[in-house]
């Protein structure tokens, strides 16, 4: 992990595998508000690693000192720029703050997995009100929020409206371009996401394990011909991908089906029945052959 990478606080640090989703606060500002607050996230389309939701707020009379400061959509900033606005984003303790939200691959599956399944939408949003309502733990004054969302924005706007009232949420596609504020969450989501990659470190390699996996994952979407490539090569036929896969992925399930070996899962109970019907099956037989010997046709016959 290099240097600049050390000062990301919401990232899970060198050594740390991640294994279950955790949210990162940073401190709490001391302005008078009322506040803003910009919701954005990275990661939603990835077959690899997290999903990060990020929030950025401050006092709303702080917004033309933060419209200068050059926030914007994460996608359209370099990596370097990024790490320079999340620093800039902590610059200013007293009328500035963010939080994430990280969710892990294995939640994100196990979710989707589920029966009835909780879908990525129901995650998303799962992760913003969690958000929204920590930063409202924290004492802040919210009294607008900004969101950046897919899909029908006027109905999650009024679910979000009707879970905090008094709040005037504004939820639209690309919310990050028009509002600085929701720039600054994607900046705080992105770079988390960033770092969570470049460093990530398999928990398959723990208790003496020694697989090298390959560390050039690509951008991690599933149509990323270098993604494509290191999921067909890290692939075990038996034990499949490691855990920064995200199974409920139809990439990942396709490759299974051609590529891994077909396993028939039996618990207890069902061996239990099996075996009874199988013995039932042996005495029936036993019996038929009896009755044959006999020349017995009914039991009227006894």
Excluded at 33 to 41: F, I, K, R
Excluded at 265 to 281: R, Y
């Amino acid at each position: 992990m290099g240097d600049d990478e050390l000062t990301i606080p919401s990232a899970p640090g060198p050594s740390t595998p991640l294994r279950e989703s955790y949210t990162y606060h940073s401190p709490t500002p001391t302005a008078d508000g009322p506040y803003m607050l910009g919701v954005d996230e990275a990661g939603r389309g990835p077959v690899l690693g997290p999903l990060v939701y990020g929030v950025a707020y401050c006092p709303i009379a702080y917004t033309d000192k933060l419209d200068d400061l050059g926030f914007a959509d994460s996608k359209t900033l370099t990596a370097a720029t990024r790490s320079t606005l999340l620093n800039t984003l902590g610059s200013d303790p007293d009328n500035m703050a963010w939080s994430v939200r990280v969710i892990s691959p294995q939640a994100i599956s196990s979710g989707m997995l589920r029966r009835p399944p909780t879908n990525l939408n129901i995650q998303s949003q799962d992760a913003t009100v969690l958000l929204i309502q920590e930063v409202l733990k924290k004492g802040i004054e919210l009294t607008e929020v900004y969101v950046d969302a897919l899909g029908n924005t006027t109905t999650y706007q009024a679910y979000l409206s009707s879970r905090f009232p008094g709040i005037n949420f504004t939820v639209e596609s690309k919310a990050d371009d028009k509002f600085k504020i929701v720039g600054a969450a994607s900046v705080a989501a992105k770079v988390t996401r960033d770092a969570c990659i470049e460093d990530w470190v398999f928990e398959e390699n723990a208790n003496g394990a020694s697989v090298n996996w390959d560390t050039a994952l690509g951008s991690g979407y599933p149509s990323d011909p270098r993604t494509k490539a290191w999921l067909r090569e890290s692939l075990d036929p038996v034990f499949g991908l490691p855990k920064i896969a995200r199974f409920s992925w139809s990439t990942v399930k396709v490759l299974l089906e051609k590529e891994g070996k077909a396993v028939d899962w039996i618990d207890d109970g069902q061996a239990s029945l099996i075996q009874a019907f199988e013995s039932a099956k042996g005495r029936e037989k036993d019996r038929c052959a009896v009755a044959k010997d006999l020349g017995l046709k009914s039991v009227g016959m006894l």
